[in-house]
Nanobody, 124 residues
Framework: QLKLVESGGGLVQPGGSLELSCAAS????????IGWFRQAPGKERERVSC??????????YYANSVKGRFTISRDNAKNTVHLQMNSLKPGDTAVYYC???????????????WGQGTQVTVSS
């Protein structure tokens, strides 16, 4: 059974950076597509980035709101996927979740494995 655990959240000032990590156990992440989602208070959960499986060439996808600021990457040796977040804005404040399934899609229901989430707060 695949288990995902996020880490790296915290409080950062506008313009700052954070790196989130999604560590897996129970299975090898390289065969899964991994999505990063976020949910702000009162808003729906949205996908911010996704990386397809190694079998599908690890193609990356980004929401327009984070393109050019966030970078998703794999560290197969550590069975981990990272989300590097730069130039953070107050609007990036949310709980961030990683999730896994076979291909990158926008639909939350397609992702069968979820972590517990990590809080990111961007504030001065």
């Amino acid at each position: 059974q695949l288990k995902l655990v996020e880490s790296g959240g915290g409080l950062v000032q506008p313009g700052g950076s954070l790196e989130l990590s999604c560590a897996a156990s129970g299975s090898t992440l390289e065969h899964f597509a991994i999505g990063w989602f976020r949910q702000a208070p009162g808003k729906e959960r949205e996908r911010v980035s996704c990386i397809s499986s190694d079998d599908s060439d690890s193609v990356t996808y980004y929401a327009n709101s984070v393109k050019g600021r966030f970078t998703i990457s794999r560290d197969n040796a550590k069975n981990t996927v990272h989300l590097q977040m730069n130039s953070l804005k107050p609007g990036d404040t949310a709980v961030y979740y990683c999730a896994a399934q076979w291909v990158c899609t926008d639909r939350l229901a397609d992702f069968g494995y979820w972590g517990q989430g990590t809080q990111v707060t961007v504030s001065s």
